[in-house]
């Protein structure tokens, strides 16, 4: 079950300081992995089925990456500009927001492909406040990403992990559309090309 995979993969949990929280975390995988169980291996799950694991690392690399920033983030925004951030939050954010895609990726003729039309961010979000999670992490993973209809986010920490999000991708242009491109014609927005004489 990948539940009880979550500690090995992801150690930064131990930080999170409020028990009840982490304890949600696996509640919240047991809960995707309930309702798809193809997936028995957490460190195998790509980051989207058009991603291959060799070139973009996967889920397991995205959410240890957001992790590893988070506990670098919190301190500097406190330390920096005094803007309180809990490290808690971050950590939980980062191990759920993306545990929908659990149940997206579906096996369809031996390949793994998405679920067209399935939104994995509000789908996490209102598991997360369905099974007890505070409001304010089960907002920031539902506005976590730019694809889909436009959530504009309503706290700090929300808008912070709005960027943490692609930050921790490294989908880059010679990989072929980069992960901010996406996000933009996920949205219908057009991409300007630089002036020639920017370099
Ligand atoms: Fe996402
Ligand atoms: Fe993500």
Redesign the pocket.
């Known amino acids: 079950m990948l539940e009880d995979q979550l500690d090995r993969a992801f150690p930064d949990l131990a930080e999170i300081r409020d028990k009840r929280l982490r304890g949600l975390v696996g509640e919240l995988w047991r809960s995707v992995s309930e309702r798809n169980p193809v997936h028995t291996d957490i460190e195998r799950i790509p980051?989207h089925p058009l991603f291959p694991i060799e070139r973009h690392g996967s889920l397991a690399n995205?959410i240890r990456g957001?992790m590893a920033v988070s506990k670098t983030l919190v301190p500097t925004y406190m330390r920096e500009w005094r803007i309180e951030l809990s490290l808690d939050h971050f950590l939980a954010t980062a191990a759920i927001?993306?545990a929908a895609k659990v149940v997206e990726f579906v096996e369809q003729d031996g390949k793994l492909v998405a679920t067209p039309g399935f939104d994995h961010a509000l789908v996490a979000g209102r598991l997360a406040r369905d099974l007890g999670f505070p409001p304010e992490i089960a907002h920031m993973v539902a506005v976590?990403?730019y694809v889909g209809p436009m959530r504009l986010p309503r706290s700090r920490a929300a808008q912070l992990f709005q960027y943490l999000?692609p930050l921790?991708?490294p989908v880059f242009p010679e990989h072929g559309k980069s992960s901010v491109e996406r996000h933009l014609e996920a949205n219908h927005w057009s991409v300007a090309a630089p002036p020639d004489d920017v370099p």
């Open positions: 980051t995205h957001q927001h993306d976590h990403t999000d921790c991708l």
